[in-house]
């Protein structure tokens, strides 16, 4: 995907060096908002035999930055390290490691960080964790599963008010989503799932609570290529969801702004204020893939994304 002229989400941290964390997540913690993302560096090569444009870079595992303010960022390091030289590790550099999400326990005092954990040509589908004791890490990573025995892609991680926590995934060869209870540690995934949006080949999760409500953001599976996001609404994340039509507003609408959604930020919540982030993707140079952050507002029961020029 090309970037447009907006050059969206050329940043850089505090050290003036490009912020490097796509597919992320963000974890506020005691003041303080943590980004965590994949360290995309390298060239960008295609995965030959594939039925879709299978563009990789080597993995280059989970990086961190702090910020007090959402603008200014300071490079907190990498936090989970690829290894090299060993494929039968989840973390070698031939492999995949995506969309980190990091959540507390407050029950036992550490971070808990998920991930999507593949192969290259996307056949492991499995989902990985990792703990550490600060939000910065160093992170120490405890293997990988497929929940309930089903296959895990795209994902993101959500707690809820309660202090119980979600894994969401595109399973069923990305047909249909998952939504999973973790365990009281949000270590494992419990037996408790539902199957979602059956047969709409969904990804690229992102889900927050407004008012009693829960609203999940997903795009479609256009490989590299951007798509219309779209909304479902639940009251209960393991609830009956019902869907809604693309929430963007403004130009380039019918392709989220040429971004993919990757979580969803609460600024204001009793007032329906968030933070929508995304990534602008550059298939032939990952490395140089950008971010796109925008307002995102609910009202009545309505979720909205206004394009702006001037974002954060």
């Not at 390290?81 to 980190?100: C, F, G, H, K």
């Not at 202090?163 to 270590?187: F, P, R, V």
């Not at 609830?239 to 204001?268: H, M, R």
């Not at 009793?270 to 298939?283: E, S």
């Amino acid at each position: 995907m090309k970037n447009s002229s907006e050059q969206a989400g050329l940043w850089k941290d505090t050290d003036g060096h490009f912020i490097n964390a796509h597919g992320g997540g963000m974890l506020q913690h005691k003041g303080t908002y943590y980004w965590f993302g994949e360290i995309k560096k390298g060239k960008t090569w295609l995965v030959p035999g594939q039925s879709w444009e299978c563009y990789r870079v080597p993995a280059g595992g989970i990086s961190c930055y702090s910020s007090k303010d959402l603008k200014a960022w300071k490079y907190e390091g990498v936090v989970l390290s690829a290894t090299t030289n060993n494929r039968r590790s989840d973390l070698d550099t031939s492999n995949v490691i995506e969309r980190p999400k990091v959540v507390y326990n407050q029950k036992t005092g550490q971070f808990v960080m998920w991930m999507h954990i593949d192969h290259k040509d996307y056949s492991y589908a499995h989902a990985g964790v990792a703990v550490s004791n600060k939000p910065t890490g160093p992170y120490r990573y405890l293997g990988s599963l497929k929940p309930n025995g089903h296959d895990s892609r795209d994902m993101t991680v959500f707690q809820d008010d309660d202090g119980k926590a979600y894994l969401i995934h595109s399973s069923e060869n990305n047909n249909t989503l998952h939504i999973n209870l973790l365990s009281d540690d949000y270590l494992k995934p419990t037996n408790w799932y539902i199957r979602l949006l059956e047969g709409k080949r969904r990804e690229a999760p992102a889900l927050v609570k407004q008012a009693g409500k829960y609203y999940l953001i997903t795009s479609d599976c256009t490989g590299w290529s951007p798509n219309p996001a779209s909304v479902a609404v639940a009251d209960s994340p393991l609830g009956k969801w019902t869907t809604q039509a693309n929430p963007c507003v403004g130009p380039n609408a019918e392709t989220t702004f040429q971004s993919q959604s990757t979580y969803i930020v609460p600024l204001d919540p009793k007032q329906g204020k968030f933070l929508f982030m995304a990534d602008r993707w550059n298939k032939t140079n990952l490395e140089d893939s950008r971010y796109v952050w925008l307002p995102l507002d609910i009202k009545a029961g309505k979720v909205t994304i206004p394009w702006q020029a001037n974002r954060l």
